[in-house]
Each structure stands twice: as structure tokens, then as C-alpha cells.
T-cell receptor
């Protein structure tokens, strides 16, 4: 089974509108972390937002918010007031914490977001 | 956010030569760094986990003699692609884990595009 699933290969959004990028995850561990990264065409991976499995409130970072629904195992990224510079690939990732301090991060397949003027 | 520097950003080499890629955490110490490989329009594939002062942990299917990893200090990890061949051409990207707090966020370098002729 896929650890991280992003079902939207591509998305379009009008400039200044909000957009939701979907992400579901699969783990049986109680301790984990969820991340979203942005990868523009230049290739760098830019950290956007983090949600811990024990966090009670949804994470927010400026125009980014993470809609964390633990029972559904979903961690959707919401981008408000889209800008042309938001056009990029977006990856959802999950960090699993294992015994002995070992951690592993798994990435989803990504969603290509295009913002239309 | 924390800064990770990766060098070089682009390298072209002849088949049979070795190529070294450096990954530095500039404003934090990283006992753990990660090396990923990304094929066009695909997600990141973890190659190995680099641990400061000890041997790297390689993912299944990754040849450790082919991809040599050295993590000699808390701010530097290197990946050497030995006897490179055209099939090694890819985008290689490193990350460093910031263990400040519980988030353990991975910050990424800008990546290295390797082309083997």
C-alpha cells in the first residue's frame, strides 16, 4: 500500500482564488509528522508547513494551512489567495518515527499546480 | 527557514569518471542528512541516510560501492558517484534534518543535475 497518496496529478487555479491539494497517508504508528514541500521548475525543494500527529490544531504558515483530519488520515494543503509564483509541484511527505530513533520520510507523487492569471 | 547548500548545481562528465556532490547545512548542525534521486516528473526516491561519524544506511537496491557517502562533520555530507555511466544521469538532491525541537524538518539543497555522456 502507498504510504502517501496524492490523487491529483495536476490542478489549475485562478489567481487570487484558494486551492486545496489532497494528501492521504497510511501508517499504524502513533507518532509521525506530515510535511508539504514546494518544488518550482528550478528543482529546489522548499519546506512549506509541518503538522505533528499529536498536534491538536491545524498548522498555518502565512497563506498555507494544513487541513489535518487524523481519523481520515488526510493532510490537505490549502493555499489561499493564489499567486502566479505558486505555480510548482507540491509534494506531501510523512515522517515515521521508529524505535531506536530511526526516522524515515516518504514522499507522495506530487501535484502540479498551475495558477492562471 | 534553515539553509542547506548543495554544490555543484550542474555537472556534465564522461562515462567512467567519478563525481562528488557536497551538501552543507549552513546555519544548523545536522547529525543526519539524506540523499535522494529524482527522475523527471517523478517523486523523490531516498537513496541513503547519511549519519555523522558512522556508515551511511542505504535503501534497498542502491549500490553502496557505486554511491559513496561520507558525513565527516556535523555540517557536511558528500555523495560520490563512482565510475559514472549514462544511466546514472539524474537529479540528485540532499537534505539535512534540523533536530531542533520535535519537528525534525528536512531542509533541502537546490539539487545537482548530473549528465553522464
Amino acid at each position: 500500500a502507498q504510504k502517501i497518496t496524492q490523487t491529483q496529478p495536476g490542478m489549475f487555479v485562478q489567481e487570487k482564488e484558494a486551492v486545496t491539494l489532497d494528501c492521504t497517508y497510511d501508517t499504524s504508528d502513533p507518532s509521525y509528522g506530515l510535511f508539504w514541500y514546494k518544488q518550482p521548475s528550478s528543482g529546489e525543494m522548499i519546506f512549506l508547513i509541518y503538522q505533528g500527529s499529536y498536534d491538536q490544531q491545524n498548522a498555518t504558515e502565512g497563506r498555507y494551512s494544513l487541513n489535518f483530519q487524523k481519523a481520515r488520515k488526510s493532510a490537505n494543503l490549502v493555499i489561499s489567495a493564489s499567486q502566479l509564483g505558486d505555480s510548482a509541484m507540491y509534494f506531501c511527505a510523512m515522517r515515521e518515527d521508529f524505535s531506536g530513533g530511526y526516522q524515515k520520510v516518504t514522499f507522495g507523487t506530487g501535484t502540479k499546480l498551475q495558477v492562471i492569471p | 527557514g534553515a539553509v542547506v547548500s548543495q554544490h555543484p548545481s550542474w555537472v556534465i562528465c564522461k562515462s567512467g569518471t567519478s563525481v562528488k556532490i557536497e551538501c552543507r547545512s549552513l546555519d544548523f548542525q545536522a547529525t543526519t542528512m539524506f540523499w535522494y534521486r529524482q527522475f523527471p516528473k517523478q517523486s523523490l526516491m531516498l537513496m541513503a541516510t547519511s549519519n555523522e561519524g558512522s556508515k551511511a544506511t542505504y535503501e534497498q537496491g542502491v549500490e553502496k560501492d557505486k554511491f559513496l557517502i561520507n558525513h565527516a562533520s556535523l555540517t557536511l555530507s558528500t555523495l560520490t558517484v563512482t565510475s559514472a555511466h549514462p544511466e546514472d544521469s539524474s537529479f540528485y538532491i540532499c537534505s539535512a534534518r534540523d533536530q531542533e525541537g520535535a519537528k525534525n524538518i528536512q531542509y533541502f539543497g537546490a539539487g545537482t543535475r548530473l549528465s553522464v555522456l
